[in-house]
């Protein structure tokens, strides 16, 4: 088992930046791949960026070039610096890790608002 803890979010104005940041604890040496997903409200969940454990990260188009996903190893942490945010970007986020026999895992989740 993965336990996945978020810390991070709030309220912005759009053009503003956000830090979101997230611990592993339990197996969390088994893991693969983390990440973060979001959903707004009325919309499916959708990827904003994974990384693995080879260092490779995904990222949606819709963030490229504004957000960066970057990853402790020691300390089994993921972060997501979020820059130029947008009206756009609100939404719940979502820790995510993928363990080495693909079972999923994820975080409570922490509301990000942006104000136009």
């Known amino acids: 088992q993965v336990q996945l803890v978020e810390s991070g979010g709030g309220l912005v104005q759009a053009g503003g930046s956000l830090r979101l940041s997230c611990a592993a604890s339990g197996s969390s040496f088994t893991i693969n791949t983390m990440g973060w997903y979001r959903q707004a409200p009325g919309k499916q969940r959708e990827l904003v960026a994974t990384?693995?454990?080879?260092?490779?990260?995904n990222y949606a188009d819709s963030v490229k070039g504004r957000f960066t996903i970057s990853r402790d190893f020691a300390k089994n942490t993921v972060s997501l610096q979020m820059n130029s945010l947008k009206p756009e970007d609100t939404a719940a986020y979502y820790c995510?890790?993928?363990?080495?026999?693909?079972?999923?895992?994820w975080g409570q989740g922490t509301q990000v608002t942006v104000s136009s």
């Open positions: 990384v693995t454990i080879r260092g490779r990260t």
């Open positions: 995510y890790a993928e363990n080495v026999v693909l079972n999923d895992y």
